[in-house]
């Protein structure tokens, strides 16, 4: 299994970046995927995911300004951020959902067995 962020980069308040994540080596359709972010000195949190079907589920705070899709043809999952803050500055790191199919604890890390390298994201004036 292999996950390659990319898309990371530096904007300024209020600009957007758009994330990307390419899979392989498993059967990409069949599971979950989902999205955290680590900001320094603090713990990796939850950011979005998705279900093996096409059910978003985003943290509370992030709603309405990050949006996460899939194209199950190119294996490969995005997250388009916009509005950003100077406080959506950390790496963001995708991951594989443990389960096949559906996951009701699509928030927790414990639940993904497989990590990207990660992608930083820098959001100052």
């Known amino acids: 299994v292999q996950l390659v962020e990319s898309g990371g980069g530096s904007v300024q308040p209020g600009g957007s970046l758009r994330l990307s994540c390419a899979a392989s080596?498993?059967?990409?359709?069949?599971?979950?995927m989902g999205w955290f972010r680590q900001a320094p000195g603090k713990e990796r949190e939850f950011v979005a995911a998705f279900t093996w079907t096409t059910n978003a589920y985003y943290a509370d705070s992030l709603k309405g300004r990050f949006t996460m899709s899939r194209d199950n043809a190119k294996n490969t999952v995005y997250l388009q951020m916009d509005s950003l803050r100077p406080e959506d500055t950390a790496i963001y790191y995708c991951?594989?959902?443990?389960?096949?199919?559906?996951?009701?604890?699509?928030?927790?890390?414990?639940?993904?067995?497989?990590w990207g390298q990660g992608t930083q994201v820098t959001v100052s004036s």
């Open positions: 991951a594989k959902n443990k389960k096949l199919y559906y996951n009701p604890r699509y928030d927790l890390t414990e639940e993904y067995d497989y």
């Open positions: 080596g498993f059967t990409f359709a069949n599971y979950g």
